[in-house]
């Protein structure tokens, strides 16, 4: 017999699994231009050295150029993992002879920062894994300033010697820059996932009924002082929705509240606020409107779907919607408002649709 499946754990896994996806998905557009930038980099270090007379490192980075060009195929062939970590290993190496070949005085140990980014960025790499590997970078600098600091070097080509530091020291923060400002964008751009997936309807396009009892929870004083002195609130229902539903199915139905979420909203202020509240119910909030503007705003909401919602299966019976309005007065809270709405709106089915009361 099989052992039960935890959901859970399953759930978590898969997320594991897509996320990671994600991560290594998130490389591809940079991967190949890190490889390149790298590869011409070292082929400039390569005529550097090769200016200084430091031939040891010359023949080094002909192996890091190398080194780069590969990394760089196999970026170009997805393995993003493996590239990542064949360009944090050169860099480790590079850092290291480069520094105890040349001295500090130019710089070269700084390129041992940037591996950290790129240690802590790789998704599929554990956080043990990737938290001792870091130490083991931070180490590994402490030692070589260390250990190269009583030591004298002589060079050639001495005036360039303050410039190459600069420059080093400049190439070795650039990554840090940019991976905070992709870090940033890439925050930025959840959240914008975040709050759509937990305010928005999938379907409408519009708020979902969630967003609007968060907004107007907060407080209906406090609300009306930091948005709205008041507000009114109009409760929308598609006539016949449910046997527009049964008798032409549920993708005429779900263009039904495509269509009709366009139509409010086209007719709305961008101060007022539109959102599905429930099946073919909608609910819209009309800031600093009294009873007499909201009835103008529904009148054309009404002339509006009759004349813009074109579907060919109801050309017979067309598109109508009944609605509810009520003003928010002073002391009356939302919920109270939905409600006095809510009746008006029943008694509007109630007594023959496609038509309004307040």
């Not at 119910?281 to 529904?298: G, P, Q, R, S, Y």
């Amino acid at each position: 017999m099989k052992a039960p499946v935890n959901s859970r754990n399953h759930l978590e896994d898969s997320y594991k699994e897509l996320e990671s996806r994600h991560g290594l998905t998130r490389f591809e557009t940079s991967m190949r231009t890190i490889c390149f930038v790298g590869a011409i980099a070292h082929i400039a270090f390569l005529f550097l050295f090769a200016l200084m007379d430091v031939v040891a490192m010359v023949i080094f980075n002909i192996v890091s150029v190398a080194v780069w060009i590969f990394a760089f195929f196999l970026s170009q062939r997805r393995q993003f993992e493996k590239s990542v970590n064949i360009i944090a290993a050169e860099m480790y190496c590079h850092a290291i002879v480069a520094t105890l070949f040349v001295g500090p005085d130019l710089g070269f140990q700084y390129y041992l920062w940037p591996i950290l980014g790129l240690l802590l960025s790789l998704p599929n790499n554990k956080l043990k894994q990737s938290t001792f590997l870091c130490l083991l970078v931070v180490i590994s600098f402490i030692l070589l300033t260390l250990f190269t600091k009583n030591v004298s070097y002589s060079y050639e080509l001495i005036f360039i010697v303050e410039w190459i530091y600069a420059m080093n020291v400049l190439f070795a923060a650039l990554p840090f820059i940019f991976t905070i400002l992709y870090l940033r964008n890439d925050n930025l751009v959840n959240e914008k996932e975040l709050f759509s997936q937990a305010n928005m309807d999938p379907l409408s396009g519009t708020y979902n009924r969630r967003f609007v009892n968060d907004l107007m929870s907060t407080s209906d004083t406090e609300q009306r002082r930091r948005s709205f002195d008041t507000y009114t609130i109009v409760l929308g229902d598609v006539d016949h929705f449910k046997q527009i539903n049964d008798t032409h199915g549920h993708q005429v139905g779900d263009e039904v509240i495509r269509r009709v979420a366009e139509v409010l909203q086209d007719n709305v202020r961008d101060s007022d606020i539109v959102s599905r509240w429930g099946g073919e119910e909608f609910l819209v909030i009309l800031a600093n409107a009294d009873t007499e503007t909201a009835e103008k705003v529904v009148n054309k909401i009404r002339h509006g779907i009759k004349a813009e919602i074109q579907i060919p299966v109801l050309k017979e019976t067309g598109v109508t919607m009944s609605f509810g309005i009520a003003n928010a007065h002073r002391h009356m809270s939302f919920e109270e408002t939905v409600r006095q709405a809510d009746i008006k709106l029943y008694q509007a089915k109630a007594t023959g649709r496609d038509k309004m009361l307040s």
